[in-house]
C-alpha cells in the first residue's frame, strides 16, 4: 500500500511526495551511509552485535541502527541498514568482512559457478532482512519514508568476479568478452534482485534504490547491456508485482551526458554523486543528491554554505537531498545536524 | 623551433599535425604509460638503474626508456619518462618510491612549509629531467614528436598535502575552506610548472602535455578556481615564452559537460578517459584518447575491436590515438602491438 493515506497525510511524507509528483511540504532529506560509524549510539550497538555481518541479519539490532539517525536528525526518510552483498550471500557465497578490509566473498567465474548458487527467496538472510524491514516501519513515523534497496547487477556482478574486492578488471574482462556464464551471471542478478526489492516492498518498504556503484565504468552498448538494461529490467520487474513502488536509481560515475539514460521507464529519481552538478543534468524526474560528504569534514560553516549551493541549483518538488557519496567515518555528528537545520530554516 | 622543417616535412609528425589542425598523413598514436614494466626492456634497464626515483634523475637510461616502446611499435610520439612528483622534489621535498606502495612525499600544510621551498629552476633534478630531453630528442627520428609533460597543479598539490598517497580529503577540504596557504600553494605550482615546462620546450619538447588526474575531484567555482584557472595560467605563461608550443591537456573525470572548459585559450588537444565517449564532446580542439587499458588485457580480437570503435567515433584530422588511462601491468606487449596495426590498416 505505497499510497495509502491516513490522517489526510500520505504516508512516507515529503520523500514519497517527490518521488509521485505530489508537492512536498518541505525539501526531504537523508543521507547515504546515515546510519554508520561516524554515530557513537551505532558503534555501541555494534559492538553488541558481533560483525558487521551479523548485525546485518539481527532484526532487532539493525532496525535500531536504521532508525538512529532519524531519532538526532530532522530527516525524512530511513534506509534499511543492509549491504548489497547480501544478494550473493543469500545465494549461497561465502561472505565475512575483515577489519578495515573490506568484504571477502566467494568468487563467481564460471557456469558451473553460477549454477552451484541458490534461489534467495525463502533464505535465512532474505528472511532476517525482511525482518528487519518490518520492525523498523512498524516504528517509524508515519510521514517518514523506509528506503529499501540492492545493488545493481553490474557492481554486485563485479564483487562476485573479484571476490569481493572492488576491482573490476576482471568483471570488465567478461563483458568485453561477453563471456556466455558473466551475460547468464547478470540476468540471474536481476531476477534475484527483483525477488529481493519484492520482498522488500511487501515487508515495508516504500520506496528502494538500486546503487550501481561501478556503472561509470562502462560507456556505450556496454554500459546499455551491463548497466542499464538490467536496471531497467528489475524495475519494471518489481514495479509489475508492486504496482507503483518508488525506485531511485544511482547510477554513479556514468556522467552528465548518460545519466539521462538512468532515468528508465519506472524510475522516479535518480541518484547524482557530488561530481556532477544537478543544475547540469536535464531530466523529467527527481534528482537525489550531492553535497560532497567531505564538505562535511570541513566545519560547520562550509557545511552549511555547500549545503545550501546545492539546494540553490533545483527546486525542493524536484529534489532529495543528500550526499554525493556516503558519510566518512570521521565525520562530526554535529556537522550533519547543522547541515540538516540550515537547509530547513533556508525554507522557512 | 617547434615548426621546423627538415626535407619538406615539419618535424614532429602526425603529432604535431594534429595539434596544429595540420591534415596528418596517418592518425597519430601513442599511448600513455607506454615506457613501463610491461616491457620486458623496460623492466631489465629498470633493474640496471636502481630505483624508480633513480632512473627519472639518469639521462641516459630515462632515455632510453622513453625510446623503448618507438623500437616496438610504429608510434608517432615519446614521452619523456618522468614523475608528475619531480615538480615537488626539485622544490626540495623529500621523495621515495616505496616498492608497490606508491609514493612517500613530504607535506606541505602551511605557508611555512610552502616558503621553505626553492624554486626548481637550476635544481639537479630538473637539470636530469632536461638532459633526458635533450638526448632523447637527439636519438629520436624527425617525424617522432617528443612529449614533455607536468601534472596539474590540483593534482600535484593534493600529493603535496596528502604527502605522496592519492587520498584527496585534505586537499579539498583546504580548498573549501580556501586556506590562504593552500591558495598560495595553487599558484606556487602554477609558476614553477611554467618553468619547468619552458625548460622542457628549451631542451627539445615539441609538445607538453599537463597531467591533472584528479580534476573530476571539483565542480563549479571550485573546479574553475583550483583546476581550471591554474592550468589556463600554465598554458600562458609558457605560451609567452615559447610561443605555438603545442599543450595537451588532461583534467581526467571532470564529465563531457565541463570538459568543454578544459579547451582553454592556448589548447591544442584535451585528453579523454576511457569512461567518456569522444563522440559526446563538442569542442573545437583535438581530442586524445581513449581506449580502454582493461581492453588491452582482454586478447588482440577485442583490444583490435575496441580500439577499431574508438577510431571510429573521431575522424583522423581531429584525433590522437591514445589509452584513456595509462597501460596496466601485466599488458602483453604482443596486443599493444596488435592495436598498433589494426589501427594502421584500417587507414591504409
Known amino acids: 500500500m505505497i499510497d495509502s493515506r491516513k490522517g489526510g497525510k500520505p504516508l512516507g511524507g515529503a520523500l514519497l511526495d517527490v518521488l509521485l509528483k505530489r508537492t512536498p511540504d518541505r525539501r526531504p532529506m537523508w543521507f547515504m551511509r546515515q546510519a554508520g560509524r ?27 541502527v536504521t532508525i538512529q539517525p532519524l531519532r538526532r536528525y530532522d530527516l525524512d526518510a530511513a534506509i534499511l541498514f ?52 518490518r520492525l523498523t516501519r512498524s516504528s517509524l513515523a508515519h510521514d517518514k519514508a523506509l528506503i529499501g534497496f540492492c545493488g545493481g547487477p553490474w557492481t554486485v556482478a563485479s564483487y562476485m568476479v573479484a571476490g569481493g574486492s572492488s576491482d573490476r578488471v576482471d568483471a570488465k574482462l567478461a563483458a568485453f568478452r561477453r563471456d556466455p556464464w558473466f551475460v547468464a551471471l547478470i540476468d540471474r542478478l536481476v531476477v534475484e534482485s527483483i525477488e529481493y526489492l519484492v520482498a522488500q516492498a511487501e515487508a515495508g518498504a516504500q520506496a528502494v534504490q538500486i546503487f550501481d556503484s561501478w556503472a561509470g565504468d562502462l560507456i556505450g552498448d556496454q554500459l546499455q547491456e551491463f548497466v542499464l538494461d538490467p536496471i531497467s529490467r528489475i524495475v519494471a520487474g518489481v514495479q509489475a508485482r508492486v504496482p507503483g513502488l518508488p525506485v531511485i536509481v544511482f547510477a554513479r560515475g556514468i556522467g552528465s551526458h548518460q545519466i539521462k539514460a538512468a532515468a528508465l521507464p519506472g524510475v522516479n529519481a535518480i541518484g547524482v554523486e557530488t561530481e556532477l552538478g544537478l543544475d547540469e543534468i536535464d531530466v523529467n524526474v527527481a534528482l537525489q543528491g550531492n553535497l560532497d560528504p567531505v564538505a562535511l569534514l570541513a566545519g560547520e560553516d562550509v557545511a552549511r554554505r555547500e549545503a545550501l549551493m546545492v539546494c540553490a541549483k533545483i527546486p525542493k518538488e524536484r529534489h532529495i537531498f543528500n550526499l554525493g557519496h556516503g558519510i566518512r567515518l570521521g565525520t562530526d555528528p554535529a556537522v550533519v545536524g547543522a547541515v540538516v537545520d540550515a537547509v530547513r530554516r533556508s525554507e522557512a
Chains 1, 2 share one sequence.
Open 38 to 64: 561516524y554515530l557513537p549510539e551505532y558503534r555501541a550497538v555494534r559492538q553488541r552485535a558481533g560483525s558487521f555481518v551479523d548485525l546485518c541479519y539481527n532484526p532487532e539490532l539493525a532496525s535500531e
Open 82 to 133: 543492509a549491504d548489497i552483498l547480501v544478494v550473493p550471500h543469500a545465494m549461497g557465497l561465502p561472505l565475512k568482512f575483515e577489519e578495515g578490509e573490506g568484504p571477502v566473498l566467494g568468487t563467481v567465474r564460471s557456469l558451473d559457478d553460477l549454477n552451484a548458487l541458490r534461489p534467495l527467496v525463502g533464505s535465512y538472510e532474505v528472511r532476517q532482512v525482511c525482518e528487519t524491514v
